[in-house]
């Protein structure tokens, strides 16, 4: 009967919470609050998440899940994601496909939340929310941008830190035709000062892909600077698909670049 009292009570508080517009808690706000052991507290909380009322994205931090969220089982990532990094102390951004979603650029909705990191941590998996981290040794030179959502602000990468990426994490991307897709409807967010601000952080030979893919899917107005910059810095040539051969491969003189595959953006 005293662990069924404490159940209740667990309920009670979580539903304060959500009450008061706070989705978010750790299993030791749940033992301070109804005054219990921790083994307790975590009972507790199982116990609700079996009645889909919470779930835990990561060890010992729970999301409560309002009704409109209970075949997702979990809460979407955007709106649990800057409450978990800044708990872990962890600097993040969203980026690739998932920051391409925020400028309307997305051609089809991500299958996963994509968020940058210093250091690598294992996906996550809550409920049909999918969480998957990438490592970025730039993180603190990427220039972000603030979104609202239901719960609060995160941070994605701006549209110039978005295009980088998506050509210099191809394989994060589903490719270089996705990439296409996906800058070609990028394309006009993009302003090309802020453009050759960002691949200064970034290896040369991202720029000189990504000028030569803007070029491709016809986004010719944003490239003329950045051209600029690659005839002053790229020394040498390079493959657009870096892990294919680029022998006998027609070479693109304006971006330095040898063309070793071909590139079909959806339209």
């Known amino acids: 009967?005293?662990?069924?009292?404490?159940?209740?009570?667990?309920?009670?508080?979580?539903?304060?919470?959500?009450?008061?517009?706070?989705?978010?808690?750790s299993s030791c706000d749940v033992q301070s609050a109804l005054g219990?052991?921790?083994?307790?507290?975590?009972?507790?909380?199982?116990?609700?998440?079996k009645q889909k009322l919470v779930a835990s994205p990561a060890r010992g931090?729970?999301?409560?899940?309002?009704?409109e969220y209970s075949s997702l089982g979990c809460l979407p990532a955007d709106q649990f994601i800057p409450t978990l990094m800044k708990r872990l102390n962890l600097p993040y951004y969203v980026g690739l496909l998932s920051a391409a979603e925020y400028y309307g650029a997305a051609h089809h909705r991500p299958q996963e939340f994509q968020v940058f990191l210093e250091k690598s941590r294992r996906p996550i998996n809550c409920g049909a929310v999918?969480?998957?981290?990438?490592?970025?040794?730039?993180?603190k030179d990427v220039t972000v941008q603030r979104f609202n959502t239901p719960r609060g602000t995160i941070l994605v990468s701006a549209p110039e830190a978005t295009a980088l990426d998506?050509?210099?994490?191809?394989?994060?991307?589903?490719?270089?035709?996705?990439a296409?897709?996906?800058?070609?409807?990028?394309?006009?967010?993009?302003?090309?000062?802020?453009?050759?601000?960002a691949v200064q952080a970034v290896p040369v030979p991202w720029a000189q892909r990504l000028g030569y893919l803007l070029e491709h899917v016809g986004v010719l107005d944003k490239t003329d600077p950045l051209r600029v910059y690659i005839r002053e810095h790229?020394?040498?040539?390079?493959p657009?698909?870096?892990?294919?051969?680029?022998?006998r491969s027609q070479r693109n003189k304006d971006w330095k670049l040898y063309v070793n595959a071909e590139v079909e953006a959806e339209v």
Do not use: W
Request: charged share 20%; with cysteine; hydrophobic share 45%.
């Open 130 to 139: 999918r969480v998957v981290f990438i490592v970025c040794k730039y993180l």
């Open 166 to 178: 998506l050509v210099g994490y191809q394989r994060h991307a589903g490719g270089l035709d996705q």
């Open 36 to 49: 219990v052991s921790a083994t307790a507290a975590k009972l507790a909380l199982n116990r609700l998440a």
């Open 240 to 247: 657009l698909l870096p892990s294919g051969t680029h022998e």
């Open 180 to 197: 296409a897709t996906v800058l070609s409807e990028l394309g006009e967010q993009i302003d090309p000062e802020r453009l050759v601000a």
């Open 234 to 238: 790229a020394r040498e040539s390079t």
């Open 61 to 67: 931090f729970y999301v409560i899940i309002p009704p």
């Open 1 to 25: 009967m005293k662990s069924d009292a404490r159940s209740i009570n667990a309920r009670e508080y979580v539903t304060s919470l959500a009450a008061r517009g706070r989705y978010h808690l």
